[in-house]
């Protein structure tokens, strides 16, 4: 009977069949389990407190390395074996390269990062000091691949050798397929991997945004938040989806409610700005020069210190009986580092948590200090002794509104050192500038002798300190030293050339050190630290304010930040910072509200500091009373965090958006 099938038959598409889901490919079940190995080790290395690798996230990360290369299926044995060793090379780069990044940003690579990445080279020496001993066993299997694949190939050409072998081994049965059919095979198991990848990944990952992690990817959450949930590779993955999405898919504008409810928060800030009502400060200098020092990874807990009986920072201490300093300020940056103090400080606006402004959005429109005291007259100038290209700054800084920007050219390296020319040779030579320029003037400087690693020449290193000798902390203090030597020189410039009397200084720190480490700070500093401690002492940076006459002298321990630099400026000089869309407060304006809120999530009052977990989930975060420095009810930080949550929102979109832009067109054709 013609439909029936015979067993021959039937035994024949059976072995077909067997044959067809049969998976050997020992080659690819090693490559899984490297970089499944490689992950755990990048993750013990991050010490992030309340994210831990429970076995959801080991599927996640299975899943994402399937999704990575179940490509490699679909090719023979050779052109497979060959794949999965660049494979693993590249990833075994990228997750090398997260985790060296992490160590000194405390977060992961993203595309905008990569743009920015033509600044490596110049981060050479500050890399190496980042790489440890024991990451070489992020790389010893690279050996072992070598001699596995060098063992296969020749185990190959031995089978090939003797077809006997071969065939009574590959096929148990009369059955022998042909090239297409061994392709189809390739093909069908390849994209297995695949469906089976994708659900690996995925599946976690929704049920995590279903439950405790709801609106993790339409939220302004930090990044490590978004790595808790969907591991490395699938943040990555996610990170090019997000960038493709932002500059090359529909470029839809923001809705236009989003669109009001930041209007309505500016307008908000700024009818509150309006009925705060004048101080004997504000536009007491009026006309005044403006010089602002942003010091390099300068640091607020050496302020006032001394190690070995040397003070650390003496020029700095003498300045503080005369000038105001703010105990309480807080860098706000992200991973744009130095640029995001810039941004922060001049354009009163949150950094972007990921990339740097600089590099992502250079031409759109913002309310900088510089462009609005050059509308009042002043001359408008930026000073830093290296690359002008570097992130992005000759682009950005004419679109600031700055007239001059003086660079490593217009410098002469007459005291190399560190990155560039040392700090001392920097103000004197900015100095010289200065006193040819058309006044009243605003100077920005941006320092650089203490940048990472803090190697500076024992010929400038004065300070002795012990245990500390030859380690990056003790190094860093060395730098700080010398860097307040160079202010001690540049006051007395400014004396000797007329400027002194003329002028309001500001100097302040643009970011921590990048070292993270509990015991050499607590050695240094002489005392235990607990979690608040560290958090503040990472986060916090020294202000100091000279004004011409000495006078308002003293400490303020009120709570500030760099985006309330640029209202202060203009509140000194009697300009109303109401009809500019800044976000920051006025420090010297006591009715102003003085919530501080950090790139992370963080945030205080004076009367709470609240510390976000990294999973993002505000009952996961821990709240500090600020007077007994003693952990309370979460709860009490619930009203300040929906307002810093606001604030970081409403800063991104505002920025993202070209929001500026769109607001002054409206503006002027209201008019």
């Known amino acids: 009977m013609p439909y029936l099938t015979s067993r021959s038959e039937r035994g024949s598409w059976l072995d077909r069949l067997k044959w067809l889901v049969s998976f050997t490919r020992i080659d690819y079940i090693i490559f899984l389990i490297l970089m499944l190995v490689k992950l755990m080790i990048l993750h013990s290395h991050l010490h992030l407190q309340n994210i831990d690798m429970n076995p959801l996230d080991v599927v996640t990360a299975i899943g994402s390395i399937m999704l990575a290369s179940f490509w490699t299926i679909f090719l023979p044995y050779r052109g497979r074996l060959i794949a999965l060793i660049v494979l693993d090379v590249l990833l075994t780069f990228l997750i090398f390269s997260d985790l060296v990044y992490f160590r000194y940003f405390q977060d ?20 190496w000091e980042l790489i440890y001993m024991e990451d070489i066993w992020m790389f010893a299997d690279w050996i072992v691949l070598l001699l596995v694949g060098v063992f296969l190939i020749g185990r190959r050409i031995r089978r090939r050798s003797n077809r006997s ?21 390739r093909l069908v198991q390849g994209m297995i991997v695949f469906v089976l990848g994708l659900v690996l990944t995925i599946g976690p990952i929704k049920f995590a945004t279903s439950t405790w992690a709801t609106g993790l990817f339409v939220g302004n959450w930090w990044n490590m938040s978004l790595y808790n949930v969907t591991g490395l590779l699938a943040f990555h993955g996610y990170d090019a989806y997000r960038y493709a999405d932002d500059h090359f ?8 409610d989003k669109t009001d409810e930041v209007k309505q928060w500016f307008d908000a800030k700024q009818a509150t700005r309006s009925k705060a009502g004048d101080d004997d400060l504000f536009g007491a200098y009026k006309g005044k020069n403006v010089i602002v020092v942003q010091g390099e990874a300068f640091m607020n807990f050496v302020i006032g210190q001394s190690y070995n009986g040397q003070e650390i920072t003496p020029n700095i201490n003498r300045l503080m009986k005369k000038s105001m300093y703010f105990s309480q300020y807080y860098h706000q940056t992200g991973q744009g580092r130095t640029s995001d103090a810039d941004m922060a400080s001049n354009a009163s606006l949150h950094p972007l948590p990921t990339g740097s402004v600089f590099i992502r959005y250079p031409d759109h429109e913002f309310d900088t200090l510089p462009k609005i005291l050059k509308s009042k007259d002043y ?4 000073f830093h002794a290296y690359e002008s290209s ?34 001392k040779s920097f103000f004197r030579q900015s100095l010289d500038k200065m006193v040819e320029l058309k006044q009243p003037f605003y100077s920005f400087l941006i320092t650089l002798s203490s940048h990472h690693p803090y190697s500076l020449p024992a010929s400038v290193q004065e300070l002795d300190m012990g245990d500390l000798t030859g380690t990056t902390f003790g190094d ?5 030293h010398y860097v307040d030597a160079a202010l001690g020189e540049m006051e007395q410039e400014m004396k000797d050339n007329g400027l002194w009397d003329d002028t309001i200084l500001m100097f302040y720190g643009d970011h921590d050190n990048s070292l993270k480490e509990k015991e050499p700070m607590e050695e240094f500093l002489g005392r235990s630290l607990t979690a608040l401690d560290m958090e503040q002492l990472m986060n916090q940076v020294p202000m100091l304010v000279h004004l011409p006459d000495d006078s308002h002298a003293g400490t303020y321990n009120e709570p500030t930040g760099q985006l309330d630099m640029t209202p202060s400026i203009l509140h000194l000089l009697g300009i109303n910072a109401s009809p500019y869309y800044l976000m920051g407060n006025d420090m010297f304006n006591q009715k102003e509200d003085k919530l501080v809120v950090l790139r992370t999530g963080a945030f205080t009052d004076g009367n709470v500091f609240y510390i976000p977990s990294a999973d993002g989930i505000f009952e996961h975060g821990t709240a500090y009373d600020m007077k007994t420095r003693k952990v309370t009810d979460v709860e009490q930080a619930r009203s300040s965090y929906d307002e810093a949550q606001k604030r970081l929102n409403v800063s991104d979109e505002l920025i993202t958006y070209d929001l500026i832009r769109q607001f002054h067109e409206a503006s002027t054709t209201a008019k």
Not at 379 to 382: A, D, E, F, H, Q
């Open 379 to 382: 001359s408008t100038n930026v």
């Open 249 to 256: 898919g529909p470029q839809d504008q923001l809705s236009t």
């Open 390 to 423: 570097f992130w992005n700054r000759s682009i950005m800084y004419q679109n600031m509104g700055y007239d001059t920007f003086y660079s490593k050219p217009d410098f002469t390296i007459d005291e190399p050192l560190g990155w560039s020319l040392g700090d």
């Open 165 to 185: 072998y071969s065939s009574s081994r590959r096929y148990s049965s009369a059955y022998t397929p042909s090239l297409p059919t061994r392709f189809s095979k």
């Open 476 to 480: 860093y203090i060395q730098s700080l």
């Open 108 to 127: 992961f690579i993203t595309i905008p990062v990569l743009l920015q990445a033509g600044q490596v080279d110049s981060l050479g020496d500050s890399i």
